[in-house]
C-alpha cells in the first residue's frame, strides 16, 4: 500500500505563490509518473501538470509559465511551485501516482487534496 500526504495549500492573493509538496510512503517498488490534478465543484477534475520517472514534464496550457512540476526520487517526492496565481487557480489540489511492483499491473494512487485559494 501506498499513501499520499500533500502540504503546501493555503490562502494568497492574486499574483502571489505557493509551493505544494506530496510525499509518497509505504511499500514502493516503483513510481512512474506522478501529477498534480486539481477541482472545482461542479466543474471535471482536470490534470495540472504531470512529470515522468525520468523527468518529462507536461503542464496544462491555463498554467504553463507559471507553474513549476518537479520531484525528487529519493525522497519519493512530488513537488508544484505555482507563481503568478490567479483567482481562477483556486481549487483543491490532488496528488496522483502510479506505482509499478515487481509483479502484477501498475496501481493508481491519490491523495486526498489540499485547497488552494486565491483570492483578493
Known amino acids: 500500500q501506498v499513501q499520499l500526504v500533500e502540504f503546501g495549500g493555503g490562502l494568497v492573493q492574486p499574483g502571489g505563490s505557493l509551493r505544494l509538496s506530496c510525499a509518497a510512503s509505504?511499500?514502493?517498488?516503483?513510481?512512474?509518473?506522478m501529477g498534480w490534478y486539481r477541482q472545482v465543484p461542479g466543474k471535471q477534475r482536470e490534470l495540472v501538470a504531470f512529470?515522468?520517472?525520468?523527468?518529462?514534464?507536461n503542464y496544462a496550457d491555463s498554467v504553463k509559465g507559471r507553474f513549476t512540476i518537479s520531484r525528487d526520487n529519493a525522497k519519493n517526492t512530488l513537488y508544484l511551485q505555482m507563481n503568478n496565481l490567479k483567482v481562477e487557480d483556486t481549487a483543491v489540489y490532488y496528488c496522483?501516482?502510479?506505482?509499478?511492483?515487481?509483479?502484477?499491473?501498475?496501481?493508481?494512487?491519490w491523495g486526498q487534496g489540499t485547497q488552494v485559494t486565491v483570492s483578493s
Open positions: 509505504g511499500t514502493i517498488f516503483s513510481i512512474n509518473a
Open positions: 512529470i515522468t520517472s525520468g523527468g518529462s514534464t
Open positions: 496522483y501516482c502510479n506505482v509499478d511492483p515487481p509483479f502484477g499491473t501498475a496501481i493508481d494512487y
